[in-house]
């Protein structure tokens, strides 16, 4: 399993470190790792086949919804309990639910691939499981043990198996996530909790080809400042994001970069996905983590992968300044983004109301499309898995 890098977890020292749990803390981490029996209880109304293989046939991306989920309950008496795989079906919250005020949410995204030969995997989870611990832990929720994060989503896939396309590029997208559903106004952590996992076909990012695309720098407003809950995934972060999306939309960019919150000059990451900078010896750039940045599982694979083959790779930080510059003396050759959901996107320029960089290049560039296919190669099966980063779900 892989580790925060040193420097991150130093930024984190002291909130992590199970010398300094609170007994209830304690005891939660100690009891979710007691495995849990899932109670299956099939729906009595699947998806007609010929409806589900039109959803499979164009998903589009969380449009539509598999036919079962995952629900396991906690509360502060008896810890994680009552396991289970249930009817897709509307959740029903208290108007008072803790979740509703205080924004007491986390989640996490990956995906579900089908190889060749019929069988499903899933990429590197271990890290998404490591990570929802954490972002749990900053949230003031319990912590789910990466044992039982992992079989709840092989409890939902192993039921939902034909609801995963059979195309490249093509998965069944895994949401798990657990909200604070205790009812009180009072301002604290929730001793009540529910963690969920749902599933929804995904098609490929790039329906017409791998294109550059422009992506809008906010330049008021940040994503996440030190010491917040940036390094974690939950709700707030991205609610925080929705405004500056909309202004890059009406800009003609699809996502939206953010700089850091100190000095406003310096690359972060864009709402969901962490960024690189090629530069023209292959050296691959990318913004160091910190608090305010989240441990992206597809930029740490990036990593490795550059690094097995010889590139060298630089963890910090990555002014305007340097990427205008680096751009116009042509030093910098390529820019891409990277998350789940996308893999690897390139980009064609950056820009904002004050400036552009950039030339709105059509064509990926050489180091993105390479790196983006070892993903895939490895993601669907078409190559050795040599680092065992895939696990089988069904």
Not at 101 to 126: M, N
């Amino acid at each position: 399993m892989q580790s925060l890098p040193k420097h991150c977890i130093n930024t984190l020292k002291g909130r992590i470190s199970p010398i300094r749990l609170n007994s209830r803390k304690a005891l939660t981490l100690m009891q979710s790792s007691t495995p849990l029996t899932f109670v299956h209880s099939q729906t009595t109304h699947p998806t007609a086949l010929a409806a589900r293989e039109a959803v499979l046939a164009n998903p589009g991306f969380g449009k539509y919804y598999s036919d079962h989920m995952v629900a396991i309950d906690w509360d502060a008496e008896h810890n994680w309990h009552g396991a289970r795989v249930t009817p897709y079906a509307p959740l029903t919250l208290d108007p008072a639910s803790l979740v509703l005020h205080y924004a007491q949410a986390v989640f996490e995204g990956l995906k579900a691939y089908r190889h060749a030969d019929g069988s499903i995997w899933t990429f590197r989870p271990e890290v998404n499981a490591q990570r929802f611990s954490h972002s749990a832990e900053r949230l003031g929720l319990p912590e789910l043990s990466h044992d039982l994060f992992l079989q709840s989503l092989k409890e939902l896939v192993q039921l939902d198996r034909d609801w995963v396309p059979s195309e490249v590029e093509s998965s069944l997208y895994l949401r798990p996530f657990m909200i604070a559903n205790e009812n009180s106004l009072s301002v604290r952590g929730a001793d009540k909790v529910a963690y969920y996992v749902i599933g929804s076909p995904a098609g490929p990012y790039f329906s017409s080809g791998v294109t550059p695309v422009p992506i809008w720098v906010s330049t008021q407003r940040t994503r996440a400042a030190r010491g917040g809950t940036g390094y974690a995934k939950c709700a707030g972060n991205y609610a925080g994001s929705l405004a500056p999306l909309k202004d890059a939309r009406k800009n003609g960019c699809p996502q939206v970069l953010f700089l850091d919150s100190e000095h406003g000059q310096y690359l972060e990451e864009l709402g969901g996905m962490n960024i690189f900078v090629v530069q023209k010896d292959g050296t691959l750039v990318t913004p160091a983590l910190s608090d305010s940045i989240l441990p992206g599982v597809t930029r740490a694979s990036v990593i490795e992968l550059a690094r097995s083959e010889g590139r060298t790779v630089q963890e910090r930080p990555i002014s305007l300044t340097e990427v205008r510059d680096g751009l116009a003396s042509k030093q910098i050759t390529e820019l891409f983004a990277c998350g789940t959901a996308a893999l690897i996107f390139p980009i064609s320029a950056l820009k904002s109301e004050e400036f552009s960089y950039g030339n709105d290049s059509t064509v990926a560039g050489p180091v993105t499309l390479a790196l983006r296919q070892q993903l895939l190669d490895i993601q669907y099966g078409k190559t050795t898995d040599t680092r065992n980063w895939m696990l089988r779900l069904a």
